[in-house]
């Protein structure tokens, strides 16, 4: 099979965060670089969506509670049924971060890349993941609280800031200037399409970069290690196989089966980080290793999915519903 040149830039992105990490200002940098590049993905879909494609997205509630369903009650369940992995496959330490992992929201700019590249419910992806992150701030810690067996550290604040002026004002500031500047945007659809591929390439690297300066990787061993990705591995292929054959079976035509797949397998670096620091301390940099990980696991492997079913011929064969019709009027804008 041929070589996806997208992978390898993401592996040429991971090689060059373990051989130049960001430090500093320059990990400053990255990271704003990083926070720019997600919110002006955000306008840009806000510009090229209308408001009526918009609640159309919303109005697939089936959809938003399958995805809900996935990550906070089947990826919990997986997280609880590999505790019969300590100690034999995993340490004390590494299964907590392994279940900490199944407990954080779903991801929301990669997981609307993938499912663009794909040519999936862009609009139903959005509202998904947007919504999934929302809830995750109360449920997570709530979750953790629980299996855990933590004091949890409840609501975060900043953390409902950050979404809100990172993902949903820039949004809203695209639906608003959409009138004037939507049909531009349309008409430069690689524009986007950079957008998508580069906020990845930038959260890869940050999130590697940080994993890097923290030293976190030298605090498990070799075999270890293995053993951590073998089981993140079988995680992620589980969950990849329950969200896109359970849409099926759920009746949710491609374009929605799309959007749930992306949507209901991944896991929130951005919105993990912050929580672990309240949850674990001073062991949240081990805490979060399996997080980080399985993002960069969750990203390459997705990423090759996503190129495949752009090419899948169901796409071509499959009859045009609501969700296509959704996903057709956002691609051609005002036209």
Known sequence: MPVDPYIVLLLGTVGLAALFPAHGTGADVASGASTAAI????????????????????????????VLACTFLVFPVLGLAARGLVPVVLTQPLYQGLLFLTLVPSTIQSSIAFTSIARGNVPAAICAGSFSSLVGILVTPLLAAVLLGGSGGGFSADSLVKIVLQLLVPFLAGQVLRRWIGGFVARHKKVLGLVDRGSILLVVYTAFSEGMTRGIWHQVSPARLGALLGVEAALLAVMLGLTWYGGRMLGFPREDRIAIQFGGSKKSLASGLPMASVLFGAHASLAVLPLMLFHQMQLMVCAVIAKRRARDPEAAGEPAGPAAASRTAAGTGSR
């Open 39 to 66: 919110a002006f993905l955000f306008f840009l879909y806000g510009a090229r969506l209308s408001t009526r494609e918009a609640m159309d997205g919303l109005r697939h509630w089936r959809l938003h509670l399958t």
